[in-house]
């Protein structure tokens, strides 16, 4: 399954515990340093797509001031999948980084090359 990046920061949020809909939101937000607000119809499509492609599952369901709260949690496959893209995709910022600062900093791990980065800012 392709992991847009709406899809992509659902798994990454689910990673430490199981949410429901308005936490994972927040927890999205929260991630994403508030560059991505998923809306809650959008949201609830994505975590269908991802339950039935076996990378999120129905962890609960609660009652709330007579409302239904479902949880969902990650499953194995989905935390390999979120792995792997995330790794994926740090490495693609990582080659980025490196053709805009001009360097050799592409080699690097993601977290030197931001480094790097905020090196080079600080003594232009």
Request: without cysteine.
């Amino acid at each position: 399954m392709h992991l847009n990046e709406q899809r992509f920061l659902i798994l990454a949020a689910l990673a430490r515990t199981p949410l429901h809909g308005y936490a994972l939101a927040e927890e999205i937000r929260d991630l994403s340093s508030g560059h991505h607000t998923p809306r809650p119809g959008a949201l609830y499509h994505s975590l269908d797509k991802l339950v039935a492609s076996g990378l999120v599952e129905l962890d609960r369901e609660e009652m709330v001031d007579g409302r239904l709260r479902r949880y969902y949690r990650i499953t194995a496959t989905g935390e390999s999948t979120v792995t792997t893209e995330a790794e994926r995709r740090a490495a693609t910022a990582t080659a980025a980084l490196g053709r805009i600062l001009g360097s050799t900093f592409s080699s690097f791990p993601a977290h030197v090359g931001s480094a790097a980065h905020d090196l080079r800012k600080a003594t232009q």
